[in-house]
């Protein structure tokens, strides 16, 4: 895996990494639609603690990438290996009951309810009481449904969202409910975070807070995070190693320094004269 | 007496209308708005106004009048729950809630009728009958989840509503092979009528003991339902995927078993409202047709709101009721068949979410 990256990017430089142990390995994906290639013949990984950027110009397939990883989409060639288990294809339930969670690129939030009660869906799997327990709402299953709010309050502490906590999201502004949806996916407690655009639509000062929660997350909850970012100076600031897509393909992986000055990339991003 | 007779009912007709305004404080977004408004504040204070004024005049036959329409309406409130909890678990308006009850009946009383002509006794068999009627409703929503549903996760809601129509069809048609298309007569509870307050009133209030029996087991159902909905990991995830399939499913919610869960119970409300309209008119086909009754008592609540069903069959139910008793003599008999409707409309009118429902807010 090493050897490949270091081919990749540019012989001879070895890739630093702050990351541990390979969480998340993607080994020669191929995904198509009828005739349409999404991805092609994909490998990069993901380790343990690391920010993972996922870059690459609109198309080029980064979304189909996630769809993948957290089983939306079932790709016709290759292996995900996750915490050792290696799979043809996980699936959305197997992805999330074994520490996969994630952000959607076009905010997804349960419409109807409040900023609490959408955090409190994360906890969904972490809930053991059975459904006939639940039907009576009489002592454990009430007991643990307070349990599992106070961990939601912790949440909603963290990210500072304590004067929405009963608002409907559907009436929140655009930077609020992704940072509640944020809050839906740490519920769950996850071992790895995909972020899908965490930025996008948002200010300045939206950018800055939200960046400030992907590295505390990253540092204090010590979360493997996998995201897809448009704006190039949040990329180079929060990650530790940038894989680059284009048309499918796989074209640099390695720090953001090296992918920066990579020639494919520059390539990629402003066009290049055939 | 006189005075009486005149200022009451116009006081609970005016303080209605305020109620009604006050309702719709939030949606006024111009002048024609208020004037609809005020129009449609108007007319409901009139007929409360007019109602009252009769509820002066005679007390007895208007309470007779006004209870047996709220029980009648708390059947259509179990016919209406169906649709509710589906509709709130998968956002699908499910056309197939009365071939459910179609089911749900024949599958009762043709066990019932079984089990009696083998010899058991009435009492053993009933309960023998209701687990069957149990398991063959758990076997629907399963057939339907994996066939139906289950292949369409993250279409849009239109599609899953027509694959609804197309279930209808084919449970009618096999409820009615398998179990026959006659009319069943089901005799589960007492249909006698019954005198209250006869002290009170001269000949008291008379009152059919099957209606009340089924507005005990709504109240119930509604309770729990109620409960289970607002509280619980499972009444949170469904209506999570409600709301959004992909994201329900990525915090791991398992859509396949949520929809399991969901249209069972609505199969299980099925079979009570069975029971109970089975015992009124019997169990035959026509009892599908419930199902067009149950829309305008859930327009009026709302369709994501389990009280709001409840409330929604109380209005339909005594406003057709009273309408058809006290109106009749000057606009003509039949009101009973059309005023469900009219009320329907005039909710959409003002509150298209109905008075429960979840408000949709739309960004752009």
Redesign the interface.
């Known amino acids: 895996m090493k050897a490949d990256v270091d081919k990749v990017v540019a012989p001879g430089i070895s890739v630093e990494c702050k990351g541990g142990d390979v969480l998340l390995a993607v080994e020669n994906v191929s995904l198509s639609f009828g005739g349409v290639k999404a991805i092609r013949d994909v490998s990069f990984d993901i380790r343990e603690g690391e920010i993972r950027a996922i870059i690459g110009p609109n198309g080029a397939g980064k979304t189909s990438m996630l769809n993948v990883i957290n089983g939306f989409y079932h790709p016709q060639q290759g292996t995900i290996t996750y915490k050792g288990a290696k799979r043809q294809a996980m699936r959305p339930y197997v992805a999330a009951s074994s520490g996969i969670a994630r952000t959607f690129q076009n905010v997804a939030l349960f419409k109807g309810m409040s900023t609490l009660q959408n955090i409190m869906t994360g906890r969904t799997l972490k809930m053991r009481k059975g459904i006939l327990a639940q039907a009576l709402y009489w002592g454990a299953a009430k007991n643990e449904e307070i349990r599992h709010r106070e961990v939601v309050e912790g949440i909603i502490d963290f990210l500072e969202i304590q004067h929405i906590r009963k608002t409907p999201v559907g009436k929140l502004p655009y930077g609020l409910q992704k940072r509640v949806e944020l809050g839906r996916a740490l519920a769950t407690e996850p071992e790895l975070l995909l972020l899908d655009e965490p930025m996008a639509g948002m200010n300045l000062e939206e950018k800055q807070d939200m960046s400030r929660f992907v590295i505390d997350v990253n540092e204090q909850l010590g979360t493997t995070i996998a995201l897809i970012e448009h704006d190039m100076a949040v990329v180079m600031d929060l990650s530790d190693r940038v894989v680059v897509l284009d048309y499918g393909q796989k074209i640099a992986d390695g720090t953001p320094e090296v992918v920066q000055k990579d020639q494919n990339v520059i390539d990629a991003y402003l066009g290049v004269a055939h | 007496m006189t005075a009486a007779a005149l200022f009451v009912p116009g006081g609970v007709g005016v303080a209605f209308a305020a109620m009604v305004l006050w309702l719709l404080r939030g949606d006024r977004r111009s002048a024609a708005d208020l004037l609809v408004h005020l129009s449609l504040a108007v007319l409901a204070a009139l007929f409360i106004g007019f109602l009252a004024g009769r509820a002066i005049r005679d007390p007895g036959p208007f309470l007779e009048v006004l209870l047996s329409g709220l029980l009648s309406g708390v059947l259509y409130s179990l016919v209406a729950l169906g649709f509710v909890l589906i509709f709130k678990a998968s956002g699908v308006f499910n056309f197939a809630q009365g071939a459910m009850v179609l089911v749900a009946g024949l599958a009762m009383v043709r066990c019932l009728d079984f089990l009696v002509a083998k010899g058991l006794t009435y009492w053993l068999a009933v309960p023998a009958a209701l687990l069957f009627a149990g398991l063959i409703m758990a076997l629907t929503a399963w057939v339907i989840e994996r066939f139906v549903l289950g292949p369409l996760v993250n279409q849009d809601g239109l599609t899953l509503f027509m694959s609804t129509i197309g279930a209808t069809f084919v449970l009618e048609g096999l409820a009615q092979m398998v179990f026959g298309s006659d009319v069943y007569p089901l005799r589960l509870f007492p249909t006698d009528a019954w005198f209250m307050l006869e002290s009170v009133f001269a000949g008291g209030i008379l009152v059919n003991k099957l209606d009340v029996w089924g507005g005990l087991i709504a109240g119930v159902l509604v309770a ?1 339902l109620a ?2 909905f607002q ?7 469904l ?2 995927v ?3 399939h ?9 859509i396949s078993w949520i929809w399991f ?1 969901v249209w069972l119970v609505a199969g299980l409300v099925a079979l009570v409202a069975a029971m109970v309209w089975g015992t009124k008119l019997g169990v035959q086909f026509s009892i599908t047709f419930l199902a067009l009754k149950a829309l305008p008592v859930l327009i009026i609540g709302g369709f ?1 709101s389990v009280p709001g069903a409840i409330i929604g069959g109380l209005i339909i139910g005594s406003g057709e009721k009273l309408a058809e008793v006290y109106l009749a003599p000057m606009i003509g008999g039949g009101i009973e068949y059309w005023f469900a409707y009219v009320l329907a409309l005039a909710v959409l009118l003002v509150r298209p979410q109905g008075l429960f429902g ?1 408000k949709i ?1 739309e ?1 752009i």
């Open positions: 729990a409960v289970f509280n619980t990991k499972t009444g949170r995830a209506r999570a409600a709301d959004d992909a994201a329900a499913q990525s915090v791991g919610i398992p869960v994501t979840e807010i960004r």
